[in-house]
């Protein structure tokens, strides 16, 4: 299979012992599974900045919203070492066109968020983000990141994994001639899931396609994608999937019998309630989809959205 995906990684979640105890994280879904479809670019700030293996451990500590990074027992100031190479580095990460990056969490060079922050007196607050992490949001604001602690949430798998193939094919897109008609191809297969992701963007975005010819091409391409890329950063609910859902069914009104609509609104209730993982009523909307060739739903990238095998939807 061709792995045209490249997603930053932090390199213990591989299996590398490049931990500070010698050790690593190996995180099997994301080598074995998530490792199919996408080519993984390590890296490890804390050996990279030319720390050894072992090494002292670290922490943060002080502000919370600008904590140093500390070794935790002789108390050397890692912090200037650790950004003065970050910067480097996400700058030579931007020739790597990745699609995203995924953290090792609680790591105070490369937790994405709720990281522990030693204050002066009392408990560690969980509020600190780790120093790679954070320089490589700042610097790629929207690109998806996740860390591998979050990513076992079916539902923020599931988010993460259909924000990156979305961005796939919106770059994908880029390579073709920027056209206001690519921009109207691209969000009329990608409207339903947008609606699941977000109505109010939903229709920003379309109001912004109906006025395209007024925008400059170039304005327009980079409106969209900020949109595009807010909208998907919000997760889909049972409540707002099962809207979409309804609105589906309404493109076959006239081809249901009154027993296939009544199965339909059961298995969507039942969705909606949590008692069935989404895969139930878009299978039976796939199968109504190819039985009465309904061309515009044909399209929708929403009930098609990423590969089948990663079973993303099977949650409930
Ligand atoms: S958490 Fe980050 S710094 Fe620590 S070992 Fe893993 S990749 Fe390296």
């Given at each position: 299979?061709?792995?045209?995906?490249k997603?930053?990684?932090?390199?213990?979640?591989l299996?590398?012992?490049?931990?500070?105890?010698?050790g690593?994280k190996?995180?099997?879904?994301?080598?074995?599974?998530?490792g199919?479809?996408?080519?993984?670019?390590?890296v490890?700030?804390?050996?990279?900045?030319?720390?050894p293996?072992?090494?002292?451990a670290?922490?943060?500590?002080?502000?919370?919203?600008?904590?140093?990074?500390?070794?935790?027992?002789t108390?050397?100031?890692?912090?200037?070492r650790?950004v003065?190479?970050?910067?480097?580095?996400?700058?030579?990460?931007?020739k790597?066109?990745?699609?995203?990056f995924i953290f090792?969490?609680?790591?105070?060079?490369?937790?994405m968020e709720r990281?522990?922050?030693?204050i002066?007196?009392?408990?560690?607050?969980?509020?600190g983000?780790g120093?790679?992490?954070r320089?490589?949001?700042?610097?790629?604001p929207?690109?998806p990141?996740?860390?591998?602690?979050?990513l076992?949430?079916?539902?923020?798998?599931?988010?993460f994994i259909?924000?990156?193939?979305?961005?796939?094919r919106?770059r994908?897109?880029l390579?073709?001639?920027?056209?206001?008609?690519?921009?109207?191809?691209?969000?009329?297969?990608?409207?339903?899931?947008?609606?699941?992701?977000?109505?109010?963007?939903?229709?920003?975005?379309?109001?912004?396609?109906?006025?395209?010819k007024?925008?400059?091409?170039k304005?327009?391409?980079?409106?969209?994608?900020?949109?595009?890329?807010?909208?998907?950063?919000?997760?889909?609910?049972?409540?707002?999937?099962?809207?979409?859902?309804m609105h589906?069914?309404?493109y076959?009104?006239?081809e249901?019998?009154?027993?296939?609509?009544?199965?339909?609104?059961?298995?969507i209730?039942?969705?909606?309630?949590?008692?069935?993982p989404?895969?139930v009523?878009?299978t039976?909307?796939?199968h109504?989809?190819r039985?009465?060739?309904?061309p515009?739903?044909?399209?929708?990238?929403?009930?098609?959205?990423?590969?089948?095998?990663l079973?993303?939807?099977?949650?409930?």
């Open positions: 299979m061709e792995k045209n995906i997603l930053g990684i932090s390199t213990c979640l299996g590398e012992n490049v931990r500070y105890d010698g690593h190996l995180d099997r879904f994301l080598t074995d599974t998530l199919q479809y996408v080519e993984y670019v390590s490890c700030p804390e050996v990279e900045c030319g720390l293996i072992p090494r002292e670290m922490h943060l500590e002080g502000d919370p919203d600008f904590p140093r990074l500390v070794t935790t027992h108390k050397q100031d890692m912090t200037d650790l003065q190479w970050a910067w480097k580095r996400v700058k030579e990460l931007e790597e066109d990745l699609y995203g090792k969490s609680n790591s105070p060079s490369s937790g990281v522990r922050v030693y002066e007196k009392g408990m560690p607050i969980k509020k983000i120093m790679f992490a320089i490589f949001m700042e610097h790629f929207l690109l990141t996740e860390d591998e602690g979050r076992h949430d079916p539902k923020l798998r599931e988010n259909e924000r990156i193939f979305t961005l796939k919106w994908e897109g390579v073709k001639k920027e056209s206001r008609g690519n921009i109207v191809d691209f969000h009329t297969k990608h409207k339903l899931l947008i609606l699941s992701h977000s109505p109010k963007r939903h229709q920003m975005m379309g109001k912004l396609v109906a006025k395209a007024e925008i400059p091409l304005d327009l391409y980079q409106q969209y994608q900020d949109i595009l890329m807010e909208a998907l950063k919000l997760k889909t609910t049972p409540k707002k999937n099962a809207n979409v859902l589906i069914m309404g076959f009104r006239e249901l019998s009154s027993d296939e609509k009544k199965e339909l609104l059961e298995v209730e039942n969705y909606k309630q949590e008692d069935i989404l895969i009523p878009i039976l909307i796939n109504y989809v039985k009465y060739d309904q515009y739903l044909k399209q929708q990238v929403y009930l098609n959205p990423h590969p089948l095998e079973q993303l939807r099977n949650h409930v």
